[in-house]
């Protein structure tokens, strides 16, 4: 089965678990990037994060170039930004319209998913959701548990 995983990371912990999916799973990976060249740490990308999610304001992305069509099954993986996704991963999916698909979801967090696979779900219509995971403190967890949990989440994807 031919694998993208998909992800958008501000603080480097979804970027985390995309690098051990891509491992276990020998999958293509893609980085969703703005075209804003700002590079936000710490305090002040919480605050951005916070301030375009409120706003649901979706930023030019950098043009998504691979064809969707010859992957299997397609991994998404985002920040939790205000409760829900980031903007950044449903403006990819505004851009890359996704349909037909076998879908696995997982985002990361410091306090909990809120509604992010709900909203994910109901943006991803027409595709099936095979497996949704959700990780917390991933950048400071231990990396042989992170390992392990992304592993065995990956053996459930059917």
């Known amino acids: 089965m031919k694998t993208l995983i998909a992800y958008y990371s501000g603080a480097g912990s979804t970027a985390r678990v995309a690098g ?33 999610s409120m706003k649901k304001k979706k930023p030019a992305l950098v043009p998504f170039t691979l064809d969707i069509k010859k992957y299997d099954l397609i991994i998404l993986g985002t920040p939790v930004w205000a409760g829900g996704p980031s903007v950044i991963l449903t403006a990819f999916l505004d851009q890359v319209k996704i349909t037909g698909k076998k879908i696995a979801l997982y985002c990361c967090h410091a306090g909990g998913p809120g509604e992010t696979i709900n909203r994910l779900k109901a943006q991803l219509a027409g595709n099936t959701i095979i497996g949704e995971i959700d990780f917390t403190k991933a950048g400071k967890a231990n990396p042989d548990e992170l390992k392990k949990k992304a592993e065995d989440w990956v053996k459930t994807l059917h």
């Open 20 to 52: 051990l999916l891509k491992t276990a799973l020998n999958a293509d990976i893609y980085e969703i990037k703005t075209l804003d060249p700002k590079k936000r740490r710490g305090p002040a990308n919480f605050f951005w994060a916070i301030s375009i």
